[in-house]
C-alpha cells in the first residue's frame, strides 16, 4: 500500500469538508431522512467529546472517521467514510483499527456505531463484524429502526 498516514484532522479542511459532503450525500441517497445520523463537518467541528481523523494515502484524502466519548467506559465510532477512489484498498479496515487503538489507548471498555440495514451499507456491516462488533440494542440516542443497526464491541470487561 503506498503511504497511508492516520492522524488528527480538521473537519473544516477543505477536502475534509468536501468528503464529508460526499457522506451525507450517500447517507441520504440510501436512508430516510428520520435514519440519517451522519454529521457534518460543523457538527463535528463542534462537539468537544469527539476527536476527528483522517486517512491519507501519499498527501492525498482518502477517508475518515471520529471517536466520540458517550462516558467514562463507552466510545463511538462516527463518520466512517472512505473516498470511492481508495475504496477496496484498506484505508477503511486500517482507520478503523486506528479509532479502536485509540479507544483502547484512551481506556474505553466498549466501543459501538450505528450504521444501515440497506445494501449500500453491507460493506461497511461486513468490515465491523470482522473486527470483533456484534449486533446491539439503541445505545445513546438512536432508536430501533429497520434502517438502522447498532454494532458494539467489548474492549475489555
Known amino acids: 500500500m503506498p ?6 484532522d480538521d473537519p473544516g479542511a477543505p477536502d475534509v469538508r468536501e468528503l464529508l459532503a460526499r457522506h451525507l ?25 469527539l476527536t476527528f481523523f483522517s486517512a491519507r494515502l501519499d498527501g492525498e484524502l ?11 467506559a463507552h466510545a463511538e465510532i462516527k463518520s466512517m467514510h472512505t473516498s470511492a477512489s481508495a475504496r477496496g484498498r ?7 483499527a486506528h479509532l479502536l ?3 483502547s489507548d484512551r481506556g474505553f471498555a466498549q466501543v459501538s456505531l ?3 440495514t440497506m445494501g449500500a451499507f453491507a460493506p461497511a456491516r461486513a468490515l465491523y463484524a470482522s ?7 439503541p445505545f ?10 447498532c454494532m458494539t464491541l467489548r474492549l475489555r470487561e
Open 131 to 137: 473486527a470483533g462488533f456484534a449486533a446491539c440494542p
Open 90 to 96: 484498506g484505508v477503511g479496515r486500517a482507520l478503523l
Open 62 to 72: 482518502a477517508g475518515v472517521g471520529a471517536l466520540r466519548r458517550l462516558d467514562a
Open 3 to 8: 503511504d497511508l498516514v492516520i492522524a488528527e
Open 114 to 116: 450505528e450504521t444501515g
Open 101 to 103: 487503538q485509540v479507544a
Open 25 to 49: 450525500e450517500f447517507a441520504h441517497l440510501n436512508s430516510p431522512p428520520e435514519d440519517v445520523h451522519a454529521l457534518d463537518s460543523e457538527a463535528l467541528s463542534r462537539d468537544d467529546d
Open 140 to 149: 445513546a440516542d438512536y432508536h430501533v429502526s429497520p434502517n438502522s443497526v
